[in-house]
């Protein structure tokens, strides 16, 4: 069992920056990847992005490539999610995620595990 904690969202203008933090309990955090995904009002939940065991490689969406970035800290249990120069469009719910078997999938069905999710708002 894995348990996922989201924490860092809130209401920013665009333009403006967040951190999301995803604190990770119940099994040894450098054995699984980590994802996150984001779900939109009335969208299906789309892949954001995606950090190995190590994070020595991460993967992108083509809609967040060069503005967030994915980094892991293994002695702290936690995983981020930089996102900077925030639009509208980047208005969701975001979760973090746990595959212990895959490594940077980009599908929802890769992942085991997931958070409660964080509500971010980007106000135009």
């Known amino acids: 069992q894995v348990q996922l904690v989201e924490s860092g969202g809130g209401l920013v203008q665009a333009g403006g920056s967040l951190r999301l933090s995803c604190a990770a309990s119940?099994?040894?955090?450098?054995?699984?990847?980590m994802g996150w995904f984001r779900q939109a009002p009335g969208k299906e939940r789309e892949f954001v992005a995606a950090?190995?065991?190590?994070?020595?490689?991460?993967r992108y969406a083509d809609s967040v490539k060069g503005r967030f970035t994915s980094s892991r800290d293994n002695a702290k249990n936690t995983v981020y999610l930089q996102m900077n120069s925030l639009k509208p469009e980047d208005t969701a719910v975001y979760y973090c995620?746990?595959?212990?078997?895959?490594?940077?999938?980009?599908?929802?069905?890769?992942?085991?595990?997931w958070g409660q999710g964080t509500q971010v708002t980007v106000s135009s």
């Open positions: 995620a746990a595959d212990l078997t895959y490594g940077l999938g980009t599908t929802s069905g890769n992942y085991d595990y």
């Open positions: 950090i190995s065991r190590s994070g020595g490689r991460t």
């Open positions: 119940g099994r040894t955090f450098s054995s699984y990847a």
